[in-house]
């Protein structure tokens, strides 16, 4: 079954008949992992549970020879036998397993970044960006009449393109070219199933700086109230990205003071009639992207594919510009084509029939179905794994950043990823995540201190693709998503996520659904007025994040969801877990983050496979976790409300890699030995012990002093490559950081001063490998004493400073002298130089 599964999958657009043979045999195979999976708990079983289909049914065999299955479960898998049988007699024998073995070892390809950075920065966008910032910055030249009119509103710049043209990046870059200067800025996504409250609170949360939880009561008009007296009196800037109708823009204008002529928004939309709506209540004017010509089409296609325009092989030049000309300058199309093309053979025959297959579909319509057909091209192109962990993106919202180890540890619970040979399940997972950011079917996000990926986005016209193909091969079930495009649904649920339902309309929705056979259930928002969870006897992911309406009688039954492995509370208003937690002896991830969860049951040491357990520094835990030897993520732990026995026993946890520990500055654990990453906010100095952290990569540390002595203590740590330091020391003493000091394999120092002086140097011989140097809001007095000697970091090449207003001619002084000793620096490292005002 597994193998037809796997045949068929590599088939692109299979007959109406195919398809009906693979939707009944994909539906078979569910039912036949359910009845295994029921049978193992019938029997009591404890062992480790098998990873992988076949070997389910292996281990399930073995269990037979010793005693009987329960009747009920027996006679199902009989009447699952039968229907196997009828459905093999309609279709060929079936041939061997494919596995994981094939799959790349996929590292993030340089180039798939460079898409992004360059088709943001470089790829045509220049010219577009400056004339928004003109339309948005320049004295307004219209007639006097029509100045007097308007000339308190705020100026607005309405960007207007089909999708895939770009119009967020484009947004984007003109939010971050401009934004230093306003007082406060917010940048926000609608989509087509705007979340009012939810919007009006990022909106809140972005100009304030304060973050406004999803769990407060209150009302779109308090929102709307409390947004415009903070931006009454300030110069804002504010993108709104992502407009679909204009009843959702008249609620959001609300928000913004119309009395402040020295403010700018920008909006973007597909559509005319929006674009006109934004522009009624204040002062604006339409800007209509345009498509990138065949000059900036090729500089985005070849550098996907090659390492620059000169190196495109000359027997593909000419089809390269013929698959360019069908792409009509859409950048999403260009990228997409090229992500496919990236893992194909680069051979003239392979890349004409790549062109033949995308046909006249963009010709007849660029911007709907002919990127459809590509979209098509690029997903049957995938390993079956790979379409697998695609469509599960399904399940999130429309323009929510999607963070990548929340993505991972989902794929790995549901089953689509799983250890094989020395390669961990999430190490398989993050190869899975680095193969679609290659191939363009994922954006990038934020990325850490490293250059690392640490999230993703999806396109809309991608995820409409997505959603399409999960509903028609019944992969997810959606409710709440408005997609005129499908058909009838399936009744039966595999995965259910339900966004934006209203109350009182869910009974209606789930009418006629089953949910004994969901595996995963994800809401957004609200809470669906659904069975009992005893119900969702097959359940493997519980994602309740940010769930307003949540109680905890909600949770009463959770404990029976044996085969539950990630459990995701955050945001909610949960006070407490069931006291027999402890039983769900298969749950790998526990959420608690922002709840008023404040002690955690004596039972839930007793979850031996748990990996991940996130909670909040006031949380107390029970004696016993010695017993949790999976954990490998512990946040965060404040030390100083934890019994003894906890604390000695964090030093028997020996897999555990991530602990984020809040502690009395002499507490140590022999736990740290094995650490890599250590987080330590709001101590007076630098601890001793921190010195024997041989294996210490990663620091994060907040301390009141910090001195020369304190500076060799950290340098000398052997295996450090990532510092982040900050102290309010008041002393004269300059630190000065030699090669006598250390720090021999630091690559990124990051150093703030809380809004104090800076008084640091850095000699000759000093931090020999470091790249990247970031210094955060200090403040500058004297401008000799901001000599940071970075001509002596060899390996130097960024430099970010944040610094407090001062004297202009201080700061002025600084930025010059800066300036100056990166163009002398041999690297030339690039110097972003902020003032915060």
């Given at each position: 079954?597994?193998?037809?599964?796997?045949?068929?999958?590599?088939?692109?657009?299979?007959?109406?008949?195919?398809?009906?043979?693979?939707?009944?045999?994909?539906?078979?195979?569910?039912?036949l992992?359910?009845?295994?999976?029921?049978?193992?708990?019938?029997?009591?079983?404890?062992?480790?549970?098998?990873?992988?289909?076949?070997?389910?049914?292996?281990?399930?065999?073995?269990?037979?020879g010793?005693?009987?299955?329960?009747?009920?479960?027996?006679?199902?898998?009989?009447?699952?036998?039968?229907?196997?049988?009828?459905?093999?007699?309609?279709?060929?024998?079936?041939?061997?397993?494919?596995?994981?073995?094939?799959?790349?070892?996929?590292?993030?390809?340089?180039r798939?970044l460079?898409?992004?950075?360059h088709?943001?920065k470089?790829?045509?966008?220049?010219?577009?960006?400056?004339?928004?910032?003109?339309?948005?910055?320049?004295?307004?030249?219209?007639?006097?009449?029509q100045?007097?009119?308007q000339q308190?509103?705020?100026?607005?710049v309405?960007?207007?393109?089909?999708?895939?043209?770009?119009?967020?990046?484009?947004?984007?870059?003109?939010?971050?070219?401009?934004?230093?200067?306003?007082?406060?800025?917010?940048?926000?996504?609608?989509?087509?199933?705007?979340?009012?409250?939810?919007?009006?609170?990022?909106?809140?949360?972005?100009?304030?700086?304060?973050?406004?939880?999803?769990?407060?009561?209150?009302?779109?008009?308090?929102?709307?109230?409390?947004?415009?007296d903070?931006?009454?009196?300030?110069?804002?800037?504010?993108?709104?990205?992502?407009?679909?109708?204009?009843?959702?823009?008249?609620?959001?204008?609300?928000?913004?003071?119309?009395?402040?002529?020295?403010?700018?928004?920008?909006?973007?939309?597909?559509?005319?009639?929006?674009?006109?709506?934004?522009?009624?209540?204040?002062?604006?004017l339409?800007?209509?992207?345009?498509?990138?010509?065949?000059?900036?089409?090729?500089?985005?296609?070849?550098?996907?594919?090659?390492?620059?325009?000169?190196?495109?092989p000359?027997?593909?030049?000419?089809?390269?510009?013929?698959?360019?000309?069908?792409?009509?300058?859409?950048?999403?199309?260009?990228?997409?084509?090229?992500?496919?093309?990236?893992?194909?053979?680069?051979?003239?025959?392979?890349?004409?029939?790549?062109?033949?297959?995308?046909g006249?579909?963009?010709?007849?319509?660029p911007?709907?179905?002919?990127?459809?057909?590509?979209?098509?091209?690029?997903?049957?192109?995938?390993?079956?794994?790979l379409?697998?962990c695609?469509?599960?993106?399904?399940?999130?919202?429309?323009?929510?950043?999607?963070?990548?180890?929340?993505?991972?540890?989902?794929?790995?619970?549901?089953?689509?990823?799983?250890k094989?040979?020395?390669?961990t399940?999430?190490?398989?997972?993050e190869?899975?995540?680095?193969?679609?950011?290659?191939r363009?079917?994922?954006?990038?996000?934020?990325?850490?201190?490293?250059?690392?990926?640490?999230c993703?986005?999806?396109?809309?016209?991608?995820?409409?693709?997505i959603?399409?193909?999960?509903?028609?091969?019944?992969?997810v079930?959606?409710?709440?998503?408005?997609n005129?495009?499908?058909?009838?649904?399936?009744?039966?649920?595999?995965?259910?996520?339900?966004?934006?339902?209203?109350e009182?309309?869910?009974?209606?929705?789930?009418?006629?659904?089953?949910?004994?056979?969901?595996?995963?259930?994800?809401?957004?928002?609200?809470?669906?007025e659904?069975?009992?969870?005893?119900?969702?006897?097959h359940?493997?992911?519980?994602?309740?994040?940010?769930?307003?309406?949540?109680?905890?009688?909600?949770?009463?039954?959770?404990?029976?969801?044996?085969?539950?492995?990630?459990?995701?509370?955050?945001?909610?208003?949960?006070?407490?877990?069931?006291?027999?937690?402890?039983?769900?002896?298969?749950?790998e991830?526990?959420?608690?983050?922002?709840?008023?969860?404040?002690?955690?049951p004596?039972?839930?040491?007793?979850?031996?496979?748990?990996?991940?357990?996130?909670?909040?520094?006031?949380?107390?835990?029970?004696?016993?976790?010695?017993?949790?030897?999976?954990?490998?993520?512990?946040?965060?732990?404040?030390?100083?409300?934890?019994?003894?026995?906890?604390?000695?026993?964090?030093?028997?946890?020996?897999?555990?890699?991530?602990l984020?520990?809040?502690?009395?500055?002499?507490?140590?654990?022999?736990?740290?030995?094995?650490?890599k990453?250590?987080?330590?906010?709001?101590?007076?100095?630098?601890?001793?012990?921190?010195?024997s952290?041989?294996?210490?990569?990663?620091?994060?540390?907040?301390?009141?002093?910090?001195?020369?002595?304190?500076?060799?203590?950290?340098?000398?740590?052997p295996?450090?490559?990532?510092?982040?330091?900050?102290?309010?020391?008041?002393?004269?003493?300059?630190?000065k950081?030699?090669?006598?000091?250390?720090?021999?394999?630091?690559?990124?120092?990051?150093?703030?001063r809380?809004?104090?002086?800076?008084?640091?140097?850095?000699g000759?011989?000093?931090?020999?490998?470091?790249?990247?140097?970031?210094?955060?809001?200090?403040?500058?007095?004297?401008?000799?004493?901001?000599g940071?000697?970075?001509?002596?970091?060899p390996?130097?090449?960024?430099?970010?400073?944040?610094?407090?207003?001062?004297?202009?001619?201080?700061v002025?002084?600084?930025k010059?002298?800066?300036?100056?000793a990166?163009?002398?620096?041999?690297?030339?490292?690039s110097?972003?130089?902020?003032?915060?005002?």
């Open positions: 079954m597994e193998a037809f599964l796997l045949k068929m999958s590599e088939v692109e657009d299979p007959n109406p008949q195919d398809k009906v043979w693979m939707n009944e045999v994909r539906e078979l195979s569910y039912d992992e359910d009845a295994i999976n029921d049978f193992m708990q019938s029997i009591g079983d404890k062992d480790e549970k098998p990873d992988g289909f076949i070997e389910k049914i292996k281990s399930s065999l073995g269990k037979l010793k005693m009987k299955a329960r009747r009920q479960i027996g006679k199902e898998i009989q009447d699952l036998k039968k229907q196997i049988i009828e459905v093999g007699e309609r279709n060929a024998r079936y041939k061997s397993r494919e596995t994981f073995s094939k799959m790349v070892n996929a590292t993030v390809d340089p798939a460079a898409i992004f950075e088709s943001s470089l790829v045509g966008l220049e010219k577009p960006k400056a004339e928004i910032i003109k339309l948005l910055m320049e004295d307004d030249i219209r007639p006097p009449v100045q007097q009119q308190q509103y705020p100026k607005i309405s960007i207007v393109g089909s999708g895939g043209m770009g119009k967020t990046t484009l947004a984007n870059q003109v939010y971050q070219e401009i934004k230093g200067q306003f007082d406060c800025c917010a940048f926000l996504s609608v989509s087509r199933s705007p979340d009012m409250m939810n919007i009006l609170r990022t909106i809140l949360s972005e100009v304030s700086g304060q973050r406004y939880s999803n769990t407060e009561e209150g009302s779109v008009q308090i929102l709307i109230t409390k947004i415009n903070f931006l009454l009196d300030k110069r804002y800037f504010v993108v709104v990205d992502d407009i679909w109708d204009m009843d959702t823009w008249d609620i959001i204008k609300c928000a913004f003071p119309a009395t402040s002529s020295t403010s700018r928004i920008i909006t973007t939309t597909r559509i005319n009639n929006v674009a006109h709506s934004c522009l009624s209540s204040f002062n604006g339409i800007y209509n992207i345009s498509a990138l010509g065949m000059v900036h089409s090729r500089q985005l296609f070849h550098r996907r594919l090659f390492k620059s325009d000169q190196d495109c000359s027997h593909l030049q000419e089809i390269s510009e013929q698959i360019l000309k069908k792409c009509h300058g859409l950048p999403l199309a260009i990228i997409a084509i090229s992500g496919l093309l990236a893992n194909t053979k680069r051979t003239e025959d392979v890349w004409n029939q790549v062109k033949d297959s995308i006249r579909a963009l010709e007849r319509n911007s709907v179905e002919g990127m459809m057909k590509i979209l098509s091209l690029s997903y049957f192109d995938l390993p079956p794994y379409k697998t695609l469509l599960y993106l399904s399940m999130y919202v429309e323009d929510s950043i999607i963070e990548k180890e929340n993505l991972i540890q989902r794929w790995i619970s549901e089953g689509f990823i799983y094989e040979g020395r390669y399940a999430y190490e398989l997972g190869r899975c995540f680095n193969e679609l950011l290659n363009g079917l994922i954006q990038p996000g934020a990325t850490n201190a490293y250059g690392i990926v640490q993703c986005r999806v396109h809309d016209t991608i995820l409409d693709f959603i399409f193909k999960s509903i028609e091969e019944n992969f079930t959606l409710l709440g998503v408005p005129p495009t499908i058909g009838k649904k399936s009744t039966i649920v595999r995965r259910l996520c339900v966004q934006g339902v209203e009182g309309n869910s009974a209606l929705l789930i009418a006629d659904l089953v949910f004994s056979h969901v595996r995963s259930l994800t809401m957004v928002g609200g809470l669906l659904i069975p009992s969870l005893e119900e969702f006897r359940l493997r992911v519980l994602d309740l994040n940010y769930c307003s309406k949540l109680e905890d009688h909600h949770l009463e039954n959770v404990v029976r969801l044996f085969q539950l492995r990630y459990l995701n509370l955050k945001g909610t208003k949960i006070s407490k877990l069931p006291k027999q937690i402890g039983r769900l002896e298969c749950l991830v526990l959420d608690l983050r922002g709840t008023s969860v404040k002690q955690l004596a039972s839930i040491v007793n979850l031996g496979k748990l990996m991940h357990l996130l909670v909040d520094d006031n949380v107390q835990f029970p004696e016993g976790v010695a017993k949790m030897q999976a954990l490998e993520t512990l946040e965060y732990v404040n030390a100083s409300i934890q019994p003894l026995e906890f604390l000695c026993g964090l030093g028997q946890l020996m897999n555990l890699r991530n984020w520990l809040i502690l009395d500055f002499e507490f140590y654990s022999d736990t740290e030995d094995t650490l990453r250590m987080f330590l906010p709001y101590v007076p100095h630098v601890p001793t012990w921190v010195g952290l041989r294996n210490l990569q990663r620091l994060y540390i907040e301390a009141v002093i910090v001195n020369h002595d304190h500076l060799c203590m950290l340098g000398a740590l295996s450090l490559l990532f510092l982040h330091l900050e102290d309010e020391t008041e002393s004269n003493e300059k630190l950081i030699s090669g006598e000091v250390g720090f021999r394999f630091l690559k990124i120092f990051i150093y703030g809380f809004f104090e002086p800076v008084d640091l140097m850095f000759t011989r000093s931090m020999p490998k470091l790249e990247k140097l970031e210094l955060h809001e200090f403040r500058m007095v004297e401008a000799n004493s901001l940071f000697g970075i001509e002596n970091l390996c130097l090449t960024s430099v970010k400073c944040t610094a407090v207003a001062g004297d202009d001619g201080i002025e002084a600084v010059t002298a800066m300036e100056r990166a163009s002398t620096h041999p690297n030339h490292p110097l972003l130089f902020q003032r915060l005002r």
